[in-house]
Every structure is written in structure tokens, then in C-alpha cells.
């Protein structure tokens, strides 16, 4: 059994032709700068489902089941919602918020609308939409704030929703291919909402992504903090050893990073052949590969099908 905790559903007309200009990882983070008039086109068009494709990539690669988020842009939630409707046996969903503004060029100076809008929000989607839980929250479009205290005190309108619901909710860490907030992928503040909020499960995507300088402290929140999770998506055998061994394996989760780009990646294997082949060469035990590829995914999620 693989359950993939992290994907980008949903592209764009413009990125039919990425497959041409995007075929490693540092293709793809170069992409918007390497080719500014595809990537400016994602932000007019209308978006378009691609679901089918992930299906078909998902049983080519043996992964059983997927939580699915939308990427950024002008992407929904309803509308990620409608490819979990199409595939309700292999996908469940995951709601963003403030992801339109995290393909655009500019954040909101003042964010407090989106701030103030987050709890209704999280209600729609785990009430109307049957999501499970929150993917890749890019704090930038709720808050403006440097100071950790204070980045917490813009979030309550969210945390609070979630800690109602109790759900996971996925912050990300280190870099992206959009553009501006790199500062907040630097995870030291999520120890604040960490510790605020003890119930709800918290998860570090991409455990600082194979930079020491945001990987140190991913460990030090993870080690002050039980309700911290991390997930594998960029990490390398090295940083997923160490993870293992200073915080367990019941703390990690396997996750992609599928998209409509990322899926182009094929150097120097396909994606999904580089993100397994991580687990290989960090020597996991058989417990450790069953907790990372479904049984944490399961617990936390509380997909009690197959949950025991
Ligand atoms: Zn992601």
C-alpha cells in the first residue's frame, strides 16, 4: 500500500507544452524565470482537470491512494473537490487557502480579508466538500508579520477552524518554483503555532528540502513539538536517516509534489521512480517503509478503512 499525501491537482492550457522545458528538478525551479510567457499565461487561463492523468501516473507507479490540493493560482477548492468526485476510490482532498496569491507576482500588503475570511473557508470545505484536512498553506497571503508571535496571532482565525475540526494542515518548508515569501519557508515559527495549538496534527512539507538551513530547523521543531510531522517530498537519504533516527518513523509521510510540472521531471528518473528510490537508499527497515508509504497517512487522516 502507497498513499501519496502531496499533490497539485489541476493545470493550465499554458503548461500542456511544459514537458518540452522542464526535465529536472532544476528545470522546474527555473521555469518561471526561463520561460516567463508560459507561466504568465497560468495566470489568466482557466484551469483545467487533470486528474486522469495523475490516475494514470499513479498505477503506473503502484501508489494505491492520494490526497489531492489545488496548485497555485486561480485553482478552487470546489473545483479539486470535483476531481476527488470523479476518482472517490483512489482520491481525497485537501483544501488551500491563499494559493492565488502565491502564483501571483504580489502579496496582499494588508491580508486581513483572506485572514478573516479563513475560518468560513475551512468550514466550507470539511462540511460541504468532505475534505480531510488542509494542504500547503503558504502563511504569506494571512499575515505580513517576521515576528513568530505575532505570525501566530494572525493565524487564529485558521488554527482555531482547524483545531475545531481537528485536521492536519501542511505548511511548506525551504523554497518554491513562485515568486517572493521565501522568507517563510524557514519553519522556525511554526513552532509557535505548534505549541499553541497541541491537538492538531502539523505537518512540514518537504523537511527543509535537502538544505541544511532549513532542515536543522525542521528537526528542532519536530523534536519540541509530538503534533509535528514531516513528509519526504525533496528530502534526501541523509536528511530522512537522520529525521528517522532523531524523531521515529510514526513522524513521516511519503508525498510526491505531483503537478502538472513536476509530473514533467524524468532526469534523472521520473518523479515518482526519485521519491521512492529516497526510502531505498536511506535503508529503511520494512517498519519504517509501512509507516512512511500508508500507516501514518492512515492514522492521521483517519482513513478507517484501512487504518488498522
Ligand atoms: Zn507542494
Given at each position: 500500500m502507497i498513499i501519496d499525501t502531496h499533490i497539485h491537482v489541476w493545470s493550465y492550457p499554458a503548461l500542456a507544452d511544459a514537458r518540452d522545458h522542464i526535465k529536472s528538478t532544476k528545470d522546474l525551479?527555473?521555469?518561471?524565470?526561463?520561460?516567463?510567457d508560459l507561466y504568465d499565461r497560468?495566470?489568466?487561463?482557466?484551469?483545467i482537470d487533470n486528474s486522469d492523468q495523475l490516475i494514470a501516473d499513479m498505477d503506473e507507479f503502484g501508489i494505491d491512494r492520494a490526497f489531492v490540493q489545488a496548485r497555485p493560482g486561480s485553482v478552487t477548492n470546489d473545483?479539486?473537490?470535483?476531481?476527488?468526485?470523479?476518482?472517490?476510490?483512489?482520491?481525497?482532498?485537501?483544501?488551500?487557502?491563499?494559493?492565488d496569491q502565491e502564483a501571483a507576482y504580489e502579496y496582499l500588503e494588508d491580508p486581513a480579508p483572506v485572514r478573516d475570511g479563513a475560518a468560513d473557508e475551512v468550514a466550507h470545505c470539511i462540511e460541504d466538500l468532505g475534505m480531510i484536512g488542509l494542504g500547503e498553506i503558504f502563511i504569506r497571503a494571512m499575515t505580513a508579520e517576521v515576528d513568530p508571535e505575532k505570525i501566530a496571532k494572525d493565524l487564529v482565525p485558521m488554527m482555531d477552524a482547524v483545531n475545531h475540526y481537528k485536521v492536519p494542515v501542511q505548511f511548506p518548508t525551504a523554497w518554491s518554483?513562485?515568486?517572493?515569501?521565501?522568507?517563510?519557508?524557514?519553519?522556525?515559527?511554526?513552532?509557535?503555532?505548534?505549541?499553541?495549538y497541541p491537538d492538531v496534527p502539523i505537518i512540514l512539507t518537504k523537511m527543509g528540502r535537502s538544505l541544511i538551513t532549513?532542515?536543522?530547523p525542521c528537526m528542532a521543531v519536530g523534536m519540541r513539538n509530538e503534533n509535528v510531522y514531516f513528509d519526504v517530498v525533496g528530502t534526501n537519504a541523509d536528511h530522512l536517516r537522520q529525521a528517522l533516527d532523531l524523531l521515529g518513523s510514526e513522524r513521516i509521510m511519503f508525498g510526491s509534489d505531483w503537478s502538472a510540472t513536476w509530473s514533467c521531471v524524468r532526469e534523472p528518473a521520473p518523479l515518482y521512480t526519485m521519491r521512492l528510490k529516497v526510502l531505498e537508499d536511506a535503508g529503511c527497515t520494512e517498519e519504517e517503509r509501512e509507516n512512511i508509504l500508508?500507516?501514518?497517512?492512515?492514522?492521521?487522516?483517519?482513513?478507517?478503512?484501512?487504518?488498522?
Open positions: 525551479v527555473s521555469f518561471r524565470s526561463r520561460c516567463p497560468t495566470l489568466t487561463e482557466d484551469p473545483q479539486v473537490a470535483l476531481s476527488v468526485e470523479r476518482h472517490p476510490d483512489r482520491l481525497y482532498g485537501l483544501m488551500r487557502i491563499g494559493h518554483q513562485f515568486p517572493g515569501g521565501l522568507f517563510y519557508g524557514h519553519p522556525v515559527w511554526a513552532d509557535e503555532v505548534a505549541a499553541r532549513y532542515f536543522e500508508w500507516r501514518n497517512a492512515a492514522r492521521l487522516f483517519k482513513l478507517n478503512d484501512i487504518a488498522n
